[in-house]
């Protein structure tokens, strides 16, 4: 039981006090006694529990149990387990003694007053605020964890809104009551009790931009519904009607975690007695809630919804990299959010004014000064599956972004974003050196399959040795002088025999196989693979400058819709009929359980320096994984 403060007892006059159920109240019982006294008793009404607390190495218990040496080291706390009907309704009798123990000298009366406080929420996290004897001021990861959570309310459900819910001080659709973390006021005593006392909602100042709460007052229309708490209201004085037990209020986050916010949100509630000035808080009860972390979906997560590029001149002026979707998840509702790029280009407007919506929420990071890079198109982010690392699991996958080579200079993803990502704690970053390619996005040498194996995934990355390794393979067989891109018109024809004369191309391919082999090394380390987990795509790359591009349509800038693989046309040698880039794609794959479906890119996405993931996004199955379940 939490401690409250000391209630002091006078031989001259009756005590009054106001106990909270659940709560110790301590009784001072030595500053005025009779002179002479040496021991006491105790006793109480019925509902009242009565606790003597002593050192047992200093102070022997009395044979009867009933009469305590007042000693320094013997107190006495009370509680009560119910509220009272009425004020002063329950009783506590402390008698003094001398050396007889037949006449007491004197005594003194406690008149106690139960109320019954309680701020709840959904500790258990089972979807309901219920009262619970966990610590409701810390938040506990893992399976055995406890503590509340909010999700951010992000998504915009009123139809007459043009914001987000969460910019929104007055309720604008019933509906956004179901993105809130449900929290309950008890409130129960003799009515006459708040006649002088009060019950104040509080939220710490610096947790005031971060948490709204919302009250409802009289039914259950938009108009009863009133922000109480948030970045404008840092109090709310509890407008508690007579015979009132308990309130309902309904809580918002209003920001993510990020590098200056670790998630973590308090409010509490206080009892303020109102006869004393200043006014004193005699009990407060404080809960803890954790802000919903921002989740990004793997490849292998079943594929929801198709979002494509449909024309030339769309991909032209943008691309879907500048959107990524992923979702929030608590115990009583999940949605998706669509985390916008603060690389703007065609789609500037296109994820706040087509993709927001009721249930679908909107998430962005400004660069502050600076303008946005390359890199900071979602291109460049990725996250794989589920894996274990050393011990270490990471159930919802780890986020891979692409960066320049360590302690090197170059293009690297804007720190607001990665301050962002690393925030979310749930999806571990890793960084990876793709500032060698003239894009610079991770999605051009990398992506994760899903197989029906014990594993589940295959890493596929792009490799320049296995292409080379397959020409100087199908001229030993013969057909040196089949063609790269054989059926294209728009570009020149270069034979096996040329490709592998050519010591421009091989010496840029040794680079490019250099610059992928070290990440290799790094996902290896940091995701927990091995070679068994890791599939070689051939691909050729060529130096811009200093930056390489792909040679032909880059293959594992691929879109993966569950076993069905949407791959660039590379237009590879035809050799019996069939491209033997293409069949080498399928033996690798195909006996994983994967289609392989290849599609011509090469006007609306390659010449652009893009292939099919770049115009294309996936909105994916959240994992059934609960977050709140993993410790970071």
Not at 175 to 185: A, G, I, N, R, T
């Amino acid at each position: 039981m939490a401690s409250q403060r000391a209630v002091r007892l006078s031989l001259k006059k009756p005590t009054h006090a106001v106990c909270v159920v659940g709560v110790e109240t301590f009784v001072d019982v030595r500053s005025d006694v009779p002179n002479g006294a040496e021991t006491f008793t105790v006793s109480g009404s019925s509902g009242v529990h009565i606790f003597i607390l002593f050192d047992p190495t200093r102070v022997a218990a009395p044979p009867d149990k009933a009469h305590w040496p007042l000693d320094t080291t013997v107190d006495l706390t009370v509680s009560v387990d119910t509220a009272s009907k009425a004020l002063n309704d329950l009783k506590v009798k402390v008698s003094y003694f001398g050396q007889s123990k037949d006449h007491a000298l004197g005594c003194s009366e406690l008149y106690l007053t139960g109320v019954d406080i309680s701020l709840d929420v959904d500790t258990a996290r089972k979807g309901k605020a219920k009262r619970s004897q966990d610590d409701k001021k810390t938040w506990r990861w893992g399976p055995a964890g406890y503590g509340a959570i909010l999700l951010v309310n992000c998504d915009r459900d009123g139809l007459g809104s043009r914001g987000l819910d969460l910019e929104d001080s007055q309720l604008t659709s019933l509906e956004d009551l179901k993105d809130m973390s449900p929290m309950v006021l008890t409130c129960d005593g003799p009515d006459k009790l708040f006649d002088n006392h009060k019950l104040v909602l509080n939220v710490p100042f610096s947790d005031s931009k971060r948490v709204g709460v919302f009250c409802a007052r009289g039914g259950n229309s938009l108009s009863h519904y009133k922000q109480v708490l948030g970045p404008q209201h840092l109090s709310y004085e509890v407008e508690r009607q007579p015979g009132e037990q308990k309130i309902n209020f309904y809580v918002e986050g209003l920001t993510f975690p990020n590098a200056d916010f670790s998630g973590l949100v308090s409010l509490s509630v206080s009892l303020v007695d109102m006869g004393t000035l200043p006014e004193v808080p005699i009990f407060t009860d404080t809960v803890a809630f954790r802000m919903a972390p921002w989740i990004m979906t793997p490849n292998t997560q079943p594929p929801l919804e198709l979002y494509v590029c449909r024309s030339l001149e769309s991909f032209r002026l943008s691309s879907q990299d500048e959107m990524e979707f992923g979702y929030v998840e608590a115990p009583h509702k999940s949605f998706p959010v669509v985390f916008d790029s603060p690389r703007d280009r065609g789609l500037k407007e296109f994820s706040y004014n087509k993709i927001l919506g009721p249930d679908f929420g909107y998430v962005t990071q400004e660069i502050p000064f600076a303008g946005a890079s390359g890199l900071d198109s979602f291109g460049n982010l990725d996250v794989s599956p589920p894996v274990t690392v050393r011990g270490k699991e990471y159930p919802l996958g780890r986020i891979l972004i692409g960066s320049n080579f360590p302690k090197a200079g170059g293009r690297r993803m804007a720190k607001v974003v990665r301050d962002f990502l690393k925030a979310q704690q749930v999806q571990a970053p890793v960084e990876l050196y793709s500032d060698w390619l003239s894009v610079g996005h991770v999605d051009e040498f990398l992506t994760f399959v899903p197989t029906s194996d014990q594993k589940g995934f295959r890493l596929l990355l792009a490799s320049p040795r296995a292409c080379l390794n397959l020409f100087r393979e199908k001229k030993m067989e013969g057909y040196g002088k089949a063609v790269q891109f054989d059926g294209l018109e728009e570009k020149v024809k270069r034979s096996i025999n040329e490709l592998l004369a050519d010591r421009s191309l091989q010496s840029d391919s040794l680079h490019v196989q250099k610059c992928i082999d070290w990440n290799r090394e790094v996902l290896k380390r940091e995701l927990g693979l091995t070679e068994r987990d890791i599939v070689d795509i051939p691909q050729l790359f060529y130096l811009r400058g200093p930056y390489a591009e792909a040679f032909f349509p880059d293959m594992v800038n691929m879109v993966v819709l569950g076993k069905y693989l949407g791959i660039p046309k590379p237009y590879g040698p035809i050799i019996n009929g069939r491209c033997c880039l293409e069949e080498k794609v399928r033996s690798l794959l195909e006996p994983l359980g994967l289609h392989c479906i290849f599609i011509d890119d090469y006007l609306s996405y390659h010449k652009l320096l893009g292939e099919i993931h770049c115009g294309t996004n996936v909105r994916r199955q959240p994992f059934s994984f609960k977050w709140w379940h993993m410790v970071p």
